[in-house]
């Protein structure tokens, strides 16, 4: 997983409520296993139309925003089903942080496991950043001071210390695993010497 530290970028700016997860990812794209190759079917009902063209007003088929790390959302983003392809598919787009008043559950604990950065602002601070999406200015997540930079201005966002290290560090489910290996040797060692007989075949 890549170390999250500083981001700047043109937030995009898609302010629907209760955006699920079959919106950012609809079901007929979840039968691959891979990470990649999804980015072009986020929001697909929403980006193309039936002949699978280009639906010019979607945000994120507009310059600057299509290139946008940043996307500012409604309230609820990713509520629905638990599909971990939601947060792949923001990732392999090139979203790295959502900007949202609330989320679901289990989308915002999907996206700190593979990379990406959920801010939970309020409704008035959303929408003051929100204008700098319109004016297509560039804003920064600081993510080690735990702030967004915009203008001559900044908000405060908070986040888990646990949550905050694993995105700094680029740590995963797996990495924490493997950082934890000597202790795991260890106790493997321990229980073989005592109880040789779980081992046998």
């Not at 980015?39 to 979607?58: A, C, P, S, T």
């Not at 609330?102 to 996206?111: E, K, L, Q, V």
């Not at 001071?145 to 908000?155: D, P, R």
Request: aromatic share 10%; hydrophobic share 35%; with cysteine.
């Amino acid at each position: 997983m890549k170390k999250f530290n500083t981001l700047t970028s043109i937030p995009a700016h898609l302010p629907i409520v209760n955006i699920d997860t079959d919106m950012i990812i609809p079901k007929q794209f979840l039968k691959t296993i891979k990470r990649t190759g999804l980015g072009k079917n986020l929001f697909f009902e929403m980006r193309y139309d039936d002949n699978g063209k280009d639906i010019n007003d979607f945000v994120l088929n507009k310059e600057p925003y299509n290139n946008s790390k940043i996307l500012i959302a409604g309230k609820n983003f990713g509520c629905g089903s638990s599909r971990e392809h939601a947060p792949w598919a923001l990732l392999d787009f090139g979203i790295t942080c959502v900007i949202s008043s609330s989320y679901a559950d289990i989308f915002y604990n999907n996206c700190f496991k593979n990379g990406i950065l959920p801010i939970k602002l309020l409704d008035d601070e959303i929408k003051e950043i929100s204008e700098y999406s319109k004016r297509k200015e560039e804003i920064t997540i600081n993510l080690p001071e735990q702030k967004i930079i915009f203008g001559n201005k900044e908000i405060k966002f908070q986040i888990e210390e646990f949550r905050k290290k694993c995105l700094t560090e680029g740590l995963d489910d797996i990495s924490l695993s493997l950082e934890k290996l000597d202790k795991i040797e260890t106790f493997e060692n321990k229980v073989l010497n005592s109880k040789p007989w779980i081992f046998n075949d």
